[in-house]
């Protein structure tokens, strides 16, 4: 993308700077959008129709909020550390956003085509650690400061089972890249990595059911990555008021939201790219049958945002069903199960795939 | 190495959104771990007892209504059943079977906000308002009856202030048709949900002794396992005419008395209430509802204490008359401020987060708390 940009334009800073822009401008409008859908699932889901004012089937409502938002008073209390607590929120969004520059969202459309994609997504979304951990600490409120012990204890502990899936992924396509990794799902679903890979033979059908497993296990814990129902115990509100984020207001609040939906496409995308072939069509382009070849990055793109939209469709489905853990049984299923089960799936997907 | 750590005070409430309503919790935390828990009442206090002396008997009916506002009906029929006790009135056998038709409904409608409440505070928010959604059924008889969806003031010292509509009996039974399967969707839903049950069972175990030393009542109580149930124990109106059982908690997801035993204790009691009033339903006998209200309340003097089953426990009114128009004390014991005296037993040891799981299973209710 940048190369093709800069080529076009010949001024390094301006395509960069394009480069930026188009990938986040899709996560605002695609936050925009999913802020939308979960108060509409949330709603269908329990009886009531959600919002409907406000344009067809309400869907002007999360703009009416975020212009709402914009005209707030930004309160800052007076005894919180004002350049953390200012930070913080920042940094959570930084975070989050850069994860998406090593995200492919078509094959002409990469914010950067590191080498290390996968590795560079993990790293970066340690960022948001530190920052939920700023925003804590910098409130100087008790239920802050628990619910941000309580995330950063539940994001540094599944990133691990996290990680030892994505490793037996990378073993296994023998790339960090996530664009080749969306490349060899290419053409039709059953070429999908779920269903053991592009290549035919005995391998691929020992592969599909540590497949299944793999993609259960990097789906519960990237739930509790983003802080979702059955993990959402940093931000309980009946418990924790807001948990990390109770003493913000305003925009501050606003991007600590935009950064969750922003998380929640962000792991999709990735389960999406490791599982279900990234932004690959599941049965053929149609750009290709027509002869139309600029057709098939459009086709990928909506392929992307569709397969991730449906796993956050997934998480809120589960947000609107179940009841949340406990901090301690949250952590009994990182390290006793998830862990354990991801390491022994890690080290038979390497026998399969040695054969 | 030993490192020298401090425990940490956290104030829970007044305002929180799951100490439903004004209770502020003192915690004494070691990290998340509860050492010790102080509740403060009295946020809602407005003075019921020592405005009752100065009222006449029935204009003391919509204060009680104010107590429990969850339970109204089961309110103004304590209140009603022990005026009549020291009068000495008979009311007519229509009156005493919509009295307990209405008090049965009060109480599903009492659970429902009940087991939404503690599902909404593990963090279940669909069946919350699935419930409330059944609940706003009854509260549809209910307005259908007197006009009023929370505050009834519809029982009335020798009857009723109004009598039941026509359709009534036929809404009712359909209501009856229609809450069965949603018990069943509950149990699905939430009950026996996994999660659920790992936040609930084996948490703030309340032993029967303990229970029965701190007075505990109602589905609290039988949770604990002790059948006891005012209707059974001191039957009034005309209770002890219609089949029901007594559900207690059998620790079926753990220990019997864990906040999953309160949980379902309450489930099956909605199931028994519905029972009672199938069968109340189809025998309410003709008649005026008001003929025998008196014109003039002016008690002997003497002292009367009843209490009835209210969804939270026993409820009891103590009344002191003097032989004026007023009563000279009116004591309530209230089940909620009674019940809310052993949270700091059960949250001992336990973490943040099940300080909300237990104050939900014990259900108080704060307008009755503090009165």
């Known amino acids: ?355 | 190495m030993q490192l020298k750590t401090d425990t940490m005070i956290l104030n829970m409430g007044p305002q929180h959104p799951s100490t439903h309503g004004v209770l502020r919790l003192e915690l004494e935390l070691d990290g998340e771990l509860i050492l010790n828990v102080k509740p403060h009442i009295g946020y809602l206090h407005r003075c019921f007892e020592k405005h009752a002396e100065v009222m006449q008997y029935n204009q003391i009916i919509p204060y009680t209504d104010r107590m429990d506002y969850l339970s109204s009906m089961g309110n103004n029929f304590g209140y009603v059943i022990t005026v009549e006790k020291l009068l000495g009135i008979q009311v007519p056998e229509r009156v005493e079977y919509i009295r307990v038709i209405m008090a049965e409904l009060q109480r599903i409608a009492s659970h429902l906000v009940a087991l939404g409440t503690n599902g909404l505070d593990i963090g279940a928010f669909t069946p919350f308002l699935f419930l409330f959604r059944d609940r706003e059924k009854i509260l549809s008889l209910f307005e259908m009856t007197c006009g009023a969806r929370l505050l009834y003031n519809y029982m009335w010292v020798g009857g009723l202030s109004h009598d039941i509509h026509p359709d009534f009996q036929r809404l009712t039974k359909e209501f009856i048709n229609y809450f069965r399967p949603t018990i069943k969707e509950l149990n699905n839903l939430l009950s026996f949900n996994q999660i659920f049950i790992e936040r609930t069972a084996n948490v703030g175990v309340l032993p029967l002794d303990t229970a029965i030393s701190y007075g505990v009542t109602g589905p609290s109580l039988r949770g604990s396992g002790a059948a006891f149930d005012v209707r059974r124990e001191d039957p009034y109106s005309v209770y002890n005419r219609f089949e029901y059982d007594i559900p207690v908690g059998q620790g079926i997801a753990g220990t019997v008395g864990d906040c999953w035993d309160r949980y379902y204790v309450r489930v099956l009691e909605m199931e028994q209430s519905l029972r009672i009033i199938e069968q109340a339903i189809d025998q309410i006998p003709e008649g005026n509802v008001q003929s025998a209200i008196p014109k003039r309340i002016k008690p002997p003097k003497g002292m009367v204490y009843g209490r009835v089953e209210n969804p939270r426990g026993e409820l009891g009114y103590f009344i002191i008359s003097d032989g004026n128009t007023n009563p000279f004390r009116v004591k309530v014991r209230g089940p909620s401020f009674v019940n809310l005296e052993v949270l700091g037993e059960l949250c001992k040891g336990h973490l943040v987060a099940d300080v909300i799981a237990i104050l939900g299973s014990i259900d108080i209710v704060l307008g009755e708390v503090d009165r």
């Open chain 1, 1 to 355: 993308m940048y190369q093709f940009l800069y080529n076009l334009i010949g001024n390094g800073i301006i395509a960069g700077f394009i480069v930026a822009v188009i990938p986040l401008g899709v996560i605002l409008l695609y936050a925009l959008f999913a802020i939308w859908l979960e108060r509409k699932v949330s709603a269908h889901m329990q009886d009531r129709l959600g919002p409907m004012r406000t344009g067809w089937h309400g869907w002007l409502q999360t703009i009416a909020d975020m212009i709402k938002m914009l005209q707030k008073e930004d309160i800052t209390a007076n005894d919180v550390d004002k350049i953390l607590f200012n930070i913080a929120p920042v940094l959570v969004f930084t975070g989050s956003f850069a994860a998406f520059a090593a995200i492919p969202f078509s094959s002409k459309l990469i914010g950067s085509e590191v080498e290390v994609g996968i590795f560079f997504v993990i790293a970066i979304s340690s960022l948001v650690v530190a920052g939920i951990l700023m925003a804590g600490w910098s409130s100087n409120n008790k239920y802050s400061l628990l619910g941000a012990m309580r995330s950063v204890a539940q994001i540094v502990s599944y990133e691990i089972p996290t990680a030892l899936v994505v490793l037996s992924m990378v073993m296994l396509t023998g790339t960090l890249s996530l664009d080749k990794m969306s490349q060899m799902q290419t053409a039709y679903f059953w070429n999908w990595n779920i269903l053991g890979g592009p290549h035919f033979g005995l391998a691929k059908f020992l592969l599909i059911p540590f497949m299944i497993v793999g993609f259960i296990i990097i789906y519960i814990s990237t739930l509790a990555e983003v802080n979702r129902t059955p993990f959402d115990i940093p931000e309980a509100e009946s418990e924790l008021v807001a948990g990390y984020f109770t003493e913000y207001a305003g925009m501050k609040w606003g991007m600590f939201m935009v950064t969750e939906y922003a998380n929640m496409l962000a792991v999709s995308g990735i389960v999406a790219i490791l599982f279900f072939g990234g932004y690959q069509s599941p049965f053929g382009y149609f750009g290709n049958l027509i002869g139309v070849q600029w057709l098939i990055p459009f086709e990928q793109g909506f392929w992307f945002l569709a397969k991730g939209i449906t796993f956050v469709f997934v998480q809120m489905w589960l947000r609107w069903t179940l009841p949340r853990l406990r901090v301690d049984q949250l952590m009994t299923v990182c390290w006793k199960y998830l862990i354990p089960y991801a390491l022994v799936n890690l080290i038979i997907i390497g026998i399969i795939s040695l054969l």
